[in-house]
């Protein structure tokens, strides 16, 4: 379990919480987290799953999980 809180002036914008769910049961390698993000200001609360190589440490994890809140354009 991991979490990351994003703090502007000493107040927190926005949290992360991460769990490793284990293996990818489609034999890809990588390893599926469960991710909540919690966004204090307006209440929202979204959620979802990513995969990730382990081996490319917590920095890139973070990064899936911060790209999945804004959409692609």
């Given at each position: 379990m991991?979490?990351?809180?994003?703090?502007?002036?000493g107040s927190m914008i926005s949290h992360v919480?991460?769990?490793?769910?284990?293996?990818?049961?489609?034999?890809?390698g990588d390893t599926v987290y469960r991710w909540e993000y919690y966004h204090?200001?307006?209440?929202?609360?979204?959620h979802g799953q990513v995969l990730h190589h382990r081996d490319?440490?917590?920095?890139?994890?973070?990064?899936k999980i911060l790209s999945a809140q804004t959409p692609a354009g």
């Open positions: 991991f979490t990351v809180e994003v703090k502007i002036n919480y991460g769990h490793n769910e284990g293996l990818d049961p489609e034999g890809s204090p200001s307006s209440r929202e609360l979204k490319e440490g917590i920095e890139p994890l973070i990064c």
